[in-house]
């Protein structure tokens, strides 16, 4: 069974950094693409940002580009989220998610959709 594993986050002050831990296990980490998305209170749950591990394609929300870095260790089956500059509308949950790569389709790996693999979050609070 596939387990998502995130840590990292916490409470930090506007303007503040968190890097953010996606372990994942039993899983082919090498063929996967893994999404980071956040959940705030009274919004919907929106993507932030997703890495390939096969050729290592990454994007972001436009929302936070620039503020983020998304990175990932396949040695370690682990995505690292690197957040600067926190805002307090920044505040969420943050989920990893995971999907097995699928070269013979399109697929937007910022939509919550493709996923089939899901964390159990980790609060971020940015504090003002």
């Known amino acids: 069974e596939v387990q998502l594993v995130e840590s990292g986050g916490g409470l930090v002050q506007a303007g503040g950094s968190l890097s953010l831990f996606c372990a994942a296990s039993?899983?082919?980490?090498?063929?996967?693409?893994i999404g980071w998305f956040r959940h705030a209170r009274g919004k919907q749950r929106e993507g932030v940002s997703y890495?390939?591990?096969?050729?290592?394609?990454?994007d972001y929300t436009d929302s936070m580009k620039g503020r983020l870095t998304i990175s990932s260790d396949n040695a370690k089956n682990t995505v690292y989220l690197e957040m600067n500059s926190l805002k307090p509308e920044d505040t969420a949950v943050y989920y990893c998610?995971?999907?097995?790569?699928?070269?013979?389709?399109?697929?937007?790996?910022?939509?919550?959709?493709?996923?089939?693999?899901w964390g159990q979050g980790t609060q971020v609070t940015v504090s003002s």
């Open positions: 998610a995971a999907q097995i790569l699928n070269p013979y389709i399109y697929s937007d790996y910022l939509n919550q959709h493709e996923y089939t693999y």
């Open positions: 039993v899983f082919s980490f090498d063929n996967s693409a």
């Open positions: 890495i390939n591990n096969s050729d290592g394609e990454k």
